[in-house]
């Protein structure tokens, strides 16, 4: 190190594992009528209860039990360095090398689905229990009053009660449930800082690149038409070059403008590179075409790139209060869709056939484009300790268009919808306070209907969209050191209904409470 350069390094290792077990027992019945009525707020269902609590109008259906294990490491290790130039235009030299080695081992049972098909008559009187629904959705729904439905004993007694329904067979890993993944990258970039003046006008930002190599392997097992199990392992490659530019224009003291350029990346994730593949076994009495299959994932998917600009404007009309505007366009490409592809494969006939598979695919171009405004002051004209108060507020417009190549309406028309997740407008209204060692914000968050996806399940290739919904959010912390602080926060004070619909009020899926939460925390800084 010298007075022009400084060098710095940092490692990091990450060792996590999971399992999970999920069970799954279902009761049906029968029931002389069903009324619905979705005309308001909440559902109303109203069925004959009188029925649907005897034991004899109920059968236990089936069972559906399945287990996980999950591994996962990553090792990485970056070092940066900066050296000052002091020229009149450009300053530093900022450059830096990047590693990262991640792999994850994933064990998958799949859901057994044992059928029982047999009436609760068959089995002990304590295999299940009448429930009734007086404080479901807090008891402002109008549904059913009691159904029967299996003890939740049966669920903490996994052992015991699948012996019950004639099931002894331990869940085991087969094949094609187990896949491994790795990814390595080694990255390195430079980046040039400057600074001028244009006639009067200072100015300063900086240009870089970046370039990234990345090696991805998959590997895991397919099971084909014939029921043979095929090893699979695929390994990919690919380089990235990722420039920037960022510039900022002081206008006045307190007026400058901002604009930015850069091209970014984003990986798929190990779950969408998995290769499992499971083709159907044909059945010639359904009448419809059965030669299907469906993809775990796609271990050939290429990253989302994105060329990205954004200008803002940021006039700063006192030290404790700031106006601000933005406009941002983004280009992408490779959008990871889920897309069905005709491809041949041979039946246990030997038989060559095209099957329908659903799989991941790197969809075409997509574009994000919109305006952002925001306010944000301190009342530091009032008297302590109110001088502390403040508030934020601000309003994104996002306009976004995405290939949907699996999204169709009722009718089988082929849609092109919004991207998923983006919301068209949105806004939050913060109130907040900072004085001495407390820091405090309630906070209104609200947003327009937006797509949650075009492969809901059960839903076909139907879109479903979240509602527009909004909700109150708040949070305390008191720093009690430099280094320790203590905090409180509260989510949904509102406790906020939020629903579903297939992209009318007049087409609803569902309506749902996610309900209030409360939190505290200790956070150690050293």
Not at 241 to 261: G, Y
Request: glycine share 10%.
């Amino acid at each position: 190190m010298t007075n022009n350069l400084s060098l710095k390094t940092d490692f990091q290792f990450i060792d996590a594992s999971t399992t999970t077990f999920r069970y799954i027992l279902n009761t049906s019945t029968t029931t002389p009528y069903l009324y619905q009525d979705i005309s308001g707020g909440l559902p109303v269902l109203k069925v004959d209860t009188a029925y649907t609590t005897n034991p004899a109008n109920n059968t236990f259906g089936y069972l559906l039990d399945d287990k996980t294990n999950a591994t996962g490491r990553e090792f990485a290790w970056r070092a940066d360095g900066e050296y000052t130039l002091g020229g009149n235009f450009f300053q530093s030299i900022k450059f830096g090398v990047r590693t990262t080695d991640r792999t994850a081992e994933t064990e998958d049972s799949g859901y057994r689905f044992v059928y029982i098909g047999q009436p609760l008559s068959n089995f002990p009187a304590s295999s299940w229990v009448i429930k009734t629904y007086g404080d479901f959705f807090h008891g402002n729904a109008n549904t059913f009053g009691s159904t029967i439905t299996p003890n939740p004993a049966l669920l903490f007694d996994y052992v015991n009660s699948l012996a019950m329904f004639g099931e002894d067979t331990p869940l085991s890993y087969p094949a094609t449930g187990i896949n491994n993944q790795g990814q390595k990258t080694y990255g390195g970039y430079g980046l040039v800082t400057f600074g001028s003046q244009l006639g009067s006008i200072p100015y300063d930002g900086n240009v870089g690149l970046r370039a990234v190599r990345t090696n991805v392997s998959s590997n895991g097992a397919l099971l084909n038409s014939l029921g043979e199990t095929l090893p699979l392992d695929v390994n990919n490659s690919y380089n990235s070059f990722l420039p920037s530019l960022n510039v900022t224009f002081h206008l006045t003291d307190k007026l400058q403008w901002r604009f930015a350029a850069s091209k970014g990346l984003s990986r798929p994730t190990f779950d969408q590179l998995n290769p499992m593949l499971q083709l159907s076994t044909p059945d010639a009495t359904t009448g419809v075409n059965a030669y299907t299959g469906t993809a775990g994932g796609n271990p050939y998917l290429k990253p989302m790139t994105a060329n990205q600009f954004d200008t803002s404007l940021e006039w700063y009309l006192s030290p404790s209060q700031l106006l601000s505007g933005a406009l941002f366009y983004k280009s992408v490409n490779g959008f990871v869709q889920t897309v069905t592809l005709e491809k041949p494969e041979i039946d246990q006939f030997g038989v060559v056939h095209d099957y329908a598979i659903s799989s991941l695919e790197n969809g075409k171009n997509g574009v994000i484009k919109g305006a952002e405004v925001g306010y944000q002051t301190f009342f530091d004209f009032l008297p302590a300790p109110f001088n502390g108060l403040g508030m934020q507020a601000n309003y994104t417009y996002v306009y976004s268009k995405a290939p949907s190549p699996d999204a169709y309406d009722t009718s089988g028309n082929p849609l092109l919808v919004p991207l998923e997740g983006l919301s068209k407008n949105s806004y939050n209204l913060i109130l907040m306070y900072e004085k001495g060692p407390v820091s405090a914000r309630i906070a209104y968050n609200w947003r327009s209907q937006w797509v949650e996806t075009t492969q809901g399940n059960g839903t076909g290739s139907l879109p479903i969209y979240d509602k527009a919904f909004g909700q109150v959010d708040a949070s305390v912390t008191y720093h009690v050191t430099k280094d320790f602080s203590l905090t409180a926060a509260a989510v949904n004070l509102t406790n906020t209904k939020r629903g579903t619909n297939f992209g009318l009020d007049t087409l609803p899926r569902d309506v749902q409470i996610n309900d209030r939460m409360f939190s505290l925390k200790a956070q150690l800084d050293f």
